[in-house]
């Protein structure tokens, strides 16, 4: 570490650090918080959307062991695209799962069992769930990076940068005080020095 200049100048340099180190912890204190938060949301998001999946495949296995016959359903439909745009969540961007897109193939109404269309319709619905949990995932994983950084800064200000200046600082004050209490000594023992000579120097 660099040793520290005992100056007036050095001393004004350190307050207006540690004023501004100050002014800045608070806000890093918040940021983390809301990511925090946001993170917890989020969970809470990924929870109630298993839920919903739980429940479709409860209601998928109510008919879905009737039927023995074999369909190649993964041929009529097939997931193509998972959309998403952007928010903003304590300044940091995130994808926002917007739906999905599938790609579709024409099959024989007549030559396909009347199930299709339902198992078709929960295939779909049971894709879009799990993209929709994946998105979730993945702005998690944004988040805790962000809050990892988050979590350095403040360590830094809190544990580092706020106490440095503080001890810098007082080592500054007691070596200006030291240095003042040696002028005012000085110029003590010169002035009485002065007088002496002038009390010799009387005829």
Request: aromatic letters at 6%.
């Amino acid at each position: 570490m660099a040793k520290i200049k005992l100056t007036k100048n050095e001393l004004k340099r350190q307050k207006e650090d540690l004023k501004r180190f100050e002014r800045y912890l608070p806000m890093l204190q918040l940021k983390k918080k809301q990511l925090q938060l946001e993170i917890i949301k989020i969970h809470q998001s990924i929870r109630e959307v298993s839920q919903k999946i739980d429940s479709l495949r409860q209601k998928v296995a109510v008919w879905a062991g009737v039927f023995a016959q074999k369909v190649p359903l993964r041929e009529y439909c097939s997931l193509s695209k998972i959309k998403t745009s952007e928010g903003n969540v304590a300044g940091i961007d995130l994808p926002i799962f917007e739906g999905v897109e599938f790609k579709e193939s024409e099959y024989s109404f007549l030559y396909t069992p009347l199930w299709v269309d339902k198992a078709l319709s929960a295939i779909k619905e049971m894709v879009s769930l799990k993209a929709e949990i994946l998105i979730y995932h993945q702005q998690i994983d944004i988040l805790k990076e962000e809050l990892r950084v988050a979590n350095q800064r403040v360590n830094l200000f809190e544990k580092v940068k706020i106490p440095q200046a503080q001890d810098d600082i007082r080592v500054i004050q007691i070596h200006l005080g030291e240095v003042q209490t040696a002028e005012v000594v000085r110029g003590k023992i010169a002035k009485a020095k002065i007088g002496r000579k002038k009390i010799l120097n009387k005829p």
